[in-house]
């Protein structure tokens, strides 16, 4: 194979997905055989295309919330929010009452300088983009 010649990088919509694709000039002369296997003789040059999927990390979002002050619990609160769960959700798979998990987000607004939970999402959303 000879050098690298072309990397290319990009995040599907609404996916949390990043796709590499690469691509790399392949000559025979260099190689004692195709690495395709009867996909390719190996006698004429070829280019090799990879895609590479990859998970985004959903940690932007969480250490944004993190440096704002936000304790663990308020971060978890948030994020559970974010997407979409109800309060009621919330607090029984943190094993809490509702009344805190509402106390935790009336902090979380306070502490964001926010004044609906829908502005907590789009913030959440953005600074996962970031």
């Known amino acids: 194979m000879s050098g690298l010649s ?13 796709l590499t694709f690469r691509t790399a000039r392949f000559t ?5 055989r195709s690495p395709f296997g009867v996909l390719h003789s190996g006698d004429d040059r070829a280019l090799l295309v990879t895609i590479e999927r990859k998970a985004l990390q959903r940690g932007g979002a969480s ?7 936000l304790s663990p619990s308020e ?5 559970a929010l974010a997407e979409g769960l109800p309060i009621t959700e919330i607090a029984e ?16 607004l306070h502490k ?4 609906r939970q829908s502005q ?3 913030l959440v959303a953005e ?4």
């Open 6 to 18: 072309a990397v290319f990088k990009t995040s599907l919509p609404g996916r949390r997905t990043q």
């Open 28 to 32: 025979p002369d260099r190689q004692a």
């Open 63 to 69: 250490e944004m919330l993190r440096q704002r002050s």
């Open 75 to 79: 971060i978890q609160v948030a994020m």
């Open 93 to 108: 798979q943190r094993q809490v009452s509702i009344h805190t998990v509402r106390n935790q987000r009336q902090s979380i």
């Open 112 to 115: 964001l300088a926010l004044h």
């Open 120 to 122: 907590l999402v789009k």
């Open 127 to 130: 600074m996962d983009q970031l």
